[in-house]
């Protein structure tokens, strides 16, 4: 019996595009793993940052040329007030609200950041914030449709 025999092969298609949601949590994921990634190499003395590739045309020969550039991660918490560490998540230029008007996180301590981090991670794959997504991702797409007319 030969390996490709031993397989069990089926008809499927694989689809074009992820549902709306599932392209929102996938966008709060990624932000909330850049943010963990920070952390960690906050806690290590470096700063972490992303390689990003552009594309950029020469306006005269037509040609293309990629250039990799570092985008550095903004840190999402801050030391408030009381010398307590804070977090904040953002959707878009938003905070997402985990109640009504309050889109702050008590974190307390350093060593609980990236605990805390992991679990809104886990919050966000389990479809915990598809709610709060969806208003901001309303409200996002409202201001640019203002922001549209008023530039015609």
């Not at 109640?99 to 992991?118: A, F, Q, R, V």
């Amino acid at each position: 019996m030969s390996i490709l025999q031993s397989l069990k092969v089926i008809t499927a298609k694989r689809p074009n595009h992820a549902s709306p949601i599932t392209q929102r949590r996938n966008v709060l994921l990624k932000k909330i793993h850049e943010q963990i990634e920070a952390a960690k190499a906050r806690a290590e003395g470096k700063q972490y940052s992303v390689k990003d590739t552009r594309r950029i045309s020469n306006r005269q020969t037509g040609e293309q040329t990629e250039i990799i550039k570092d985008r550095y991660i903004r840190e999402g918490w801050w030391i408030g007030d009381e010398g307590r560490l804070l977090l904040e998540l953002r959707y878009g230029m938003k905070p997402l609200e985990f109640g009504k008007g309050k889109s702050t996180i008590d974190i307390g301590d350093w060593e609980n950041l990236i605990p805390t981090l992991e679990k809104l991670q886990q919050a966000v794959q389990l479809g915990e914030f598809d709610d709060q997504l969806n208003v901001t991702a309303t409200m996002l797409g409202q201001q640019l449709a203002k922001k549209k007319k008023t530039s015609k």
